[in-house]
């Protein structure tokens, strides 16, 4: 196993999915390598937190 580069689908910059997250996503039993840069996945997951604590406060 070596890293990855890969693009991200958001940003369109590349990223490295290193052996040891390629270790850990393989450990977790996920099958598809990571579609976002790092800085993308904390947006989209602080935008999803922000969505769901929004809809749980109505």
């Known amino acids: 196993m070596q890293d990855k580069t890969l693009t991200c689908k958001d940003c369109g ?9 390629q270790q850990f996503y393989a450990e977790k039993g996920f099958t598809n390598e990571p579609a976002r840069c790092p800085d993308c996945r904390k ?10 604590g929004d809809y749980a406060k109505r």
């Open 43 to 52: 947006a989209k997951k602080a935008s999803q937190k922000s969505y769901n």
């Open 13 to 21: 910059a590349t990223f490295t999915f290193t052996v040891g997250e």
